[in-house]
């Protein structure tokens, strides 16, 4: 699921990048933009079956870099552990509605599932709703592996509903 979603990433951020960004005001010029914080509960699926329960917060930067927003982002789950990471969103408003692709590379402490080792690599794909205040409410899934660094790459999805709060 990982390469198919940085395909995904990829080819459609740097497309993006092109159309808007470049020249004026720059491929990876600053852009300023607002803050937020986002709250999302979800399932944990290994193997193709629940395991438990995670909560992941992210912090996305007060600006983007082009169309790469930066983030922040830590989770833990009972039966993976915790996991902290870094990494960019390419986000597309369409209306009220909002699609977004990010990679995250982190460190993961070890569960009691081990699901691919401490270092992993996080991708997600969500679709959701903004409203007038600035709020997101979208439905994601993410995928965790460690992109074949270990023999063992079993890796761990998640099903999850986020919040996402704009800060002032």
Same mark, same amino acid.
């Given at each position: 699921?990982?390469?198919?979603?940085?395909?995904?990433?990829?080819?459609?951020?740097?497309?993006?990048?092109? %159309?808007?960004?470049c020249p004026d005001p720059g491929c990876l010029a600053p852009v300023p933009r607002q803050a937020e914080l986002s709250l999302q509960p979800g399932r944990d699926y290994f193997q193709s079956g629940?395991?438990?329960?995670?909560?992941?917060?992210?912090f996305a930067a007060d600006h983007? %870099?082009?169309?790469?927003?930066?983030?922040?982002?830590?989770?833990i789950s009972g039966e993976v552990g915790s996991w902290i990471g870094a990494g960019v969103a390419w986000r597309f408003p369409f209306g009220p509605l909002e699609g977004q692709v990010?990679?995250?590379?982190?460190?993961?402490?070890?569960g009691a599932t081990d699901v691919g080792g401490p270092v992993l690599f996080r991708s997600s794909v969500?679709?959701?709703?903004?409203?007038?205040s600035g709020a997101l409410v979208s439905l994601v899934i993410d995928h965790r592996s460690n992109l074949d660094l270990r023999e063992v790459n079993?890796?761990?999805?998640?099903?999850a509903l986020r919040l996402t709060l704009p800060l002032d």
């Open positions: 699921m990982f390469g198919l979603l940085g395909l995904l990433f990829f080819g459609l951020s740097v497309r993006d990048m092109m %159309h808007n960004h629940p395991i438990g329960q995670e909560l992941f917060v992210t983007s %870099h082009g169309p790469y927003v930066p983030l922040l982002g830590a989770s990010s990679l995250m590379p982190g460190i993961q402490t070890m969500s679709l959701g709703y903004r409203f007038d079993p890796g761990v999805e998640s099903l």
